[in-house]
């Protein structure tokens, strides 16, 4: 009976070696595909980013690219610096301003200049007063950056919806195969 059991031992792990070959190279397969999609997802993007489009209000044609990493950065200022936000639109004055604010703070300015928003003149960034002059809006609760793009078709409508789905899909698969390296001792544990 031992006998049985020691063979039928030996026997599965002749098994497990013979299809371990055979399981790695499917799994290789699988990653190699998945990072072909990613490539795929990461050219459309990059293509999509690239067309010109018209901005609300001013009309100003710039590459969407630039129109979302601008609007980022005004986002940013809103949220995290909003003494340099506010002197950003007493200088830019944009056409959804009621009420601008009075006072410009000098180290808001400096802080602008330092980081590209505003020449050494103290002029603004010709596309970030663009986006900001599309983008900007108040409403009772205060200012908000609405998307500043004219949408110039309804592919172009469907297309960014199309990829903004498929870029939370990457994300959770980034996110997936990182636990899931870590959990094959392959990273460092936090």
Not at 60 to 87: C, D, I, Y
Not at 140 to 162: M, N, Q, T, Y
Request: aromatic fraction near 6%; hydrophobic fraction near 35%; proline fraction near 5%.
């Amino acid at each position: 009976m031992a006998l049985r059991r020691q063979q039928a031992g030996k026997n599965a792990e002749k098994r497990r070696r013979i299809a371990q070959p055979a399981t790695i190279k499917i799994k290789e397969e699988r990653m190699k595909d998945r990072e072909d999609e990613a490539e795929r997802y990461r050219r459309r993007v990059e293509a999509f980013l690239r067309q010109k489009v018209r901005l609300r209000g001013n009309g100003v044609e710039m590459e969407l690219g630039t129109v979302e990493s601008r609007l980022l950065g005004l986002q940013f200022l809103q949220e995290e610096k909003p003494k340099a936000f506010e002197t950003l639109v007493a200088i830019v004055k944009p056409s959804g301003a009621t009420r601008l604010p009075e006072k410009v703070s000098a180290k808001a300015v400096a802080y602008l200049k330092e980081g590209g928003t505003l020449r050494s003149d103290g002029s603004p960034e010709e596309l970030a007063a663009a986006v900001l002059d599309a983008a900007y809006v108040e409403t009772k609760e205060g200012a908000i950056l609405r998307d500043p793009v004219i949408p110039p078709s309804r592919a172009f409508v469907e297309e960014r919806r199309a990829l903004d789905e498929e870029g939370h899909y990457w994300a959770a698969q980034g996110i997936q195969n990182r636990y899931n390296w870590r959990g094959q001792g392959g990273g460092p544990s936090r």
